[in-house]
């Protein structure tokens, strides 16, 4: 993970050697026929963080401006930390809606919350030896600022973080070398984005290698039970943050996968060792769920038709799309760790990754209307279609999702959905909700162009009545969706009087930020689906468009230009089929 290339799993000898391993166990062939011990394997947690040979760091870092590591100085830095934020829990009333177990309360008035923090944050450092030939006022001003920007707009004010700066002085992930580096990087690539400014950009990428260089060394000098795990796993987080950042085409970077699955082995070996295991249990499978989703992002994006469930010509699926190989061990770990509150969200990861899976199947081949093989993958999506609709019916007590609404015109249009939001037992419920929702968007979404694409392999399956029903249920899941996002995203131009309705969902995903790149993915998915509204669309492009120009998420902008594609014009039937049928290839 933390050079370039791909991680070569041979034995040590071997790699010393540059020659083919067989990988064969106990012992390889080629230590065999040496007549030497042939020393294992690294393991997967090795393969993720591995300091490559200095050749291969020499050429890493002149390709990301990065200096020999033995003329940088440490960073000094001084910074804030904790105060757990509090949120007032909200009572469950009775679900009214035999649909979904979301029940519908209304507020005639709104409460008022009087108290206005400041976010602002100030550092006193001295000056860092940057180890780069860059004017050093300019340099402490640039690099101080950047990680200002990051605490104030990814961090202060998140779910599961401190409200105001002030709470953040006793974190000892603020004040660590290993997340310095790495937080003036996704800083310096956001304001490099909202500003255009290429020397940003430049400084983002040396941070960034350093940043690499400290997380290795950190894991690499200490055994797993001696790591601090939220300052390890908040620098991997970061990492895949400043890639959803920087990007750099119109496809998603590979690099944000690798750190997720650098996250997950560190996990897996944390575990074990640790005495309290729900905050480690719920990371686990949150970086599963998101796995699954970059996956499908992958086959998206990647794409040529990439608003589409089924493209006009097959397209050969890379190994970038797939997951990795100890991705089952990781959901295995999360199913048998599970207390009776996470228990639903191993049950719900298997039919998302079965889905995953068929997703990729569909697109990689080509259906023929009136053959088997085409009725055979209709009729897999829609017994998925039923295990997802079985699960939804099954949620109840900590899984039940309150909508409310306030007054007319109390939140600001373009930050609340209908001014309507939800409430959760915890975050860690709002996200696993938000996973059960776009992976039954995207099938019905496949089940409702395989009604369209095939007229005679779908009428034997799917009536009029159940197709529309379908469609009913991808709109009630779509507006879900737009109503969850301040629960997760706090838009600019949100008050402290409205922050208060969304901080009835208590915190419990453990890391805020975390949650924003799968958000944007969920906002892109919602927003693309077939026979929306089109206000409902216009609403999604909207928070892309403000997250983009607000944080400076090159990602953001890449999706709000699919979102784009799909926009109907003024005076189109609302529920109509959406342009982007017409335009890909659809009759």
Not at 199 to 216: F, P, V
Request: hydrophobic letters at 35%; charged letters at 20%.
């Amino acid at each position: 993970m933390v050079y370039c290339g791909k991680a070569s799993q041979g034995c040590q000898n071997c790699r010393t050697r540059r020659i083919k391993c067989d990988k064969v166990r106990p012992q390889c062939a080629q230590c065999i026929r040496v007549g030497k011990p042939c020393p294992g394997y690294r393991d997967q947690l090795s393969l993720m963080f591995r300091d490559e040979s200095s050749k291969v760091i020499k050429r890493a870092h002149q390709q990301w401006g990065v200096p020999d590591t033995s003329e940088q100085g440490e960073g000094s830095g001084s910074s804030p930390t904790p105060s757990t934020s509090s949120s007032s829990s909200a009572t469950s009333p009775t679900s009214t809606s035999t649909a979904s177990p979301i029940s519908i309360r209304r507020r005639l008035a709104a409460s008022q919350s009087p108290q206005s923090a400041s976010s602002a944050i100030t550092f006193k450092r001295e000056a860092p030896e940057l180890g780069y030939r860059v004017p050093m006022e300019i340099s402490i001003n640039a690099v101080d600022r950047a990680i200002q920007f990051y605490i104030e707009h990814y961090v202060i004010g998140l779910p599961d973080e401190p409200k105001v700066g002030q709470e953040l002085q006793g974190r000892p992930w603020v004040h660590s070398a290993v997340t310095r580096d790495i937080m003036a990087a996704v800083g310096l690539a956001s304001l490099s984005n909202i500003n255009g400014d290429k020397k940003l950009s430049t400084l983002s990428k040396q941070h960034y290698g350093r940043a690499l260089h400290n997380i290795s060394s950190s894991i690499m000098a200490r055994h797993v039970p001696e790591l601090d795990l939220d300052v390890i796993l908040r620098a991997v987080v970061m990492m895949a943050m400043y890639e959803v950042v920087r990007g750099r085409d119109e496809k998603p970077a590979p690099g944000a996968r690798t750190h997720i699955m650098g996250g997950a082995a560190i996990l897996t070996s944390f575990l074990p060792f640790h005495q309290s295991q729900s905050e480690g249990l719920r990371g686990l499978l949150q970086l599963c769920f998101s796995m699954i989703a970059s996956t499908q992002g992958a086959f998206q994006y990647t794409s040529p038709e990439p608003n589409n469930m089924i493209p006009s010509r097959p397209e050969p699926q890379t190994g970038e799309g797939g997951l990795p190989p100890p991705f089952q061990q990781w959901l295995s770990m999360g199913a048998n760790m599970a207390t009776p509150k996470e228990i639903p969200s191993t049950e719900l990861i298997f039919p998302v990754v079965e889905f995953v899976k068929l997703s990729g199947y569909v697109r990689s081949q080509h259906f023929i209307d009136g053959q088997q093989a085409t009725t055979d993958m209709i009729g897999t999506a829609l017994a998925l279609d039923a295990q997802f609709g079985a699960w939804e019916d099954r949620q109840d007590g900590p899984w039940t999702v309150i909508e409310e609404q306030v007054s007319d015109n109390f939140f600001p249009p373009d930050a609340v959905f209908e001014g309507r939001y939800h409430i959760y037992t915890d975050m860690y419920f709002a996200r696993i909700w938000n996973h059960y929702r776009w992976a039954r968007i995207m099938l019905s979404q496949l089940l409702i162009e395989s009604v369209q694409r095939f007229p005679s392999s779908s009428s034997s399956l799917i009536s009029d009545k159940k197709i529309q029903q379908i469609q009913d249920c991808l709109v009630r899941l779509v507006r879900d969706t737009l109503i969850s996002i301040p629960t997760h995203y706090r838009h600019p131009n949100l008050q402290p009087e409205h922050l208060e309705h969304f901080d009835k969902t208590q915190g419990g995903a453990v890391i805020g930020i975390a949650g924003i790149p799968t958000l944007l993915f969920e906002i892109k998915v919602a927003g693309v689906a077939p026979g929306i509204p089109r206000h409902y669309r216009t609403w999604a492009m909207g928070i892309l468009e403000t997250i983009w120009a607000k944080m400076g998420m090159y990602q953001s902008k890449v999706l709000s230009g699919m979102l784009a594609k799909t926009i109907e014009p003024e005076g189109s039937p609302e529920r109509g089929s959406p342009v982007w049928i017409k335009e890909e290839g659809y009759p």
